[in-house]
């Protein structure tokens, strides 16, 4: 995947490439265009601040222009973004633009 936008109560990131980060607070706009776009989106301003902390922490990172690195997943690994977006989703975030999977995927604790 070459980007994912993700948005939360501190703004929004926009991640394009390794090493490579966009941020800012305007989340409605900058949602709109990547959802219409067609990029990956997170939202997960509306979900527990508990349960955005634990994934922000304790999950993996997005593999965005890096390889994924092999299960299991944890705090300093490179996941696919299903897996991200699968914990996301069981969180109750908002996803757009990335398919659920057929198995839930949730980060290794």
């Given amino acids: 995947m070459a980007a994912i936008s993700q948005l939360g109560r501190g703004g929004f990131t926009l991640y394009y490439?390794?090493?490579?980060r966009l941020s800012g607070y305007d989340c409605e706009q900058v949602k709109a265009c990547c959802i219409a776009a067609g990029l990956p989106v997170i939202d997960s301003r509306l979900i527990?601040?508990?349960?955005?902390?634990r994934l922000a922490v304790r999950g993996p990172m997005a593999a965005?222009?890096?390889e994924a690195n092999p299960p299991p997943y944890h705090a300093l690994s490179y996941a696919p973004l299903?897996?991200?977006t699968g914990a996301y989703r069981?969180?109750?975030a908002e996803v757009f633009n990335i398919p659920e999977s057929v198995t839930p995927a949730t980060p290794e604790e």
């Fill in 82 to 84: 299903s897996v991200l």
């Fill in 17 to 20: 490439a390794r090493g490579a």
């Fill in 48 to 53: 527990a601040f508990e349960d955005v902390v």
């Fill in 90 to 92: 069981a969180a109750g």
């Fill in 64 to 66: 965005v222009g890096e």
